[in-house]
T-cell receptor, first 112, second 114 residues
Framework: DGGITQSPKYLFRKEGQNVTLSCEQN?????MYWYRQDPGQGLRLIYY???????QKGDIAEGYSVSREKKESFPLTVTSAQKNPTAFYLC???????????FGPGTRLLVL | AQSVTQPDIHITVSEGASLELRCNYS??????LFWYVQSPGQGLQLLLK??????LVQGIKGFEAEFKRSQSSFNLRKPSVHWSDAAEYFC????????????FGTGTRLKVLA
């Protein structure tokens, strides 16, 4: 089945620690996106990539980093510089442009 | 500035009643509009989208939405709500000025009374 997978489902971060969230898609989509979801704030764009080896900052990129070395994969690292990382993180992919974005099941990040 | 407004944070309806969720957008160019639904702890699922053509679009699960350019609105409707429709609903606009991305509204949480 084609789709988007995110792992892990839950992730715990200790103070000062960097953690990486995985996002993989087998839809052959060119574009991939990372969103942060907080209660009452909808989805906010962290980073996006329209093509392999290229990515752009979204609206709330500070404290996060990404890479796009393969078409299928777009991992997100939450660095220690992100002081309030507790949130639900959603990955999405699309054919590009404003074509429909398809979402993964999400990763919930909690701080210990 | 580009934005999407969903004025209702929570809506409660009885099962079998009709539903309308409001969405207003601010975007200077031709809007590409979407409605997504999210069950608790899950990802988002596309309900329907409008790119061009007929301003009344049909989606999955019996939902429809109407694009009204004069009102900058894209309201979601369903004639008869089922208990399984309880979820959070997000409106989004696709922007193409200088980049390609979505802007999401803050969502409307729907509660359905039996």
């Amino acid at each position: 089945d084609g789709g988007i997978t995110q792992s892990p489902k839950y992730l715990f971060r200790k103070e000062g620690q960097n953690v990486t969230l995985s996002c993989e898609q087998n839809l052959n989509h060119d574009a991939m996106y990372w969103y942060r979801q907080d209660p009452g704030q909808g989805l906010r764009l962290i980073y996006y990539s329209q093509i392999v080896n290229d990515f752009q900052k979204g609206d709330i990129a500070e404290g996060y980093s990404v890479s796009r070395e393969k078409k299928e994969s777009f991992p997100l690292t939450v660095t220690s510089a992100q002081k309030n990382p507790t949130a639900f993180y959603l990955c999405a992919s699309s054919m590009g442009g404003v074509e429909t974005q398809y979402f993964g099941p999400g990763t919930r990040l909690l701080v210990l | 500035a580009q934005s999407v407004t969903q004025p209702d944070i929570h809506i409660t309806v009885s099962e079998g009643a009709s539903l309308e969720l409001r969405c207003n957008y601010s975007y200077g160019a031709t809007p590409y509009l979407f409605w997504y639904v999210q069950s608790p702890g899950q990802g988002l699922q596309l309900l329907l989208k409008y790119f061009s053509g007929d301003t009344l679009v049909q989606g999955i699960k019996g939902f429809e939405a109407e694009f009204k350019r004069s009102q900058s609105s894209f309201n979601l409707r369903k004639p008869s709500v089922h208990w399984s429709d309880a979820a959070e609903y997000f409106c989004a606009v696709g922007v193409t000025s200088g980049t390609y991305k979505y802007i999401f509204g803050t969502g409307t949480r729907l509660k359905v009374l039996a």
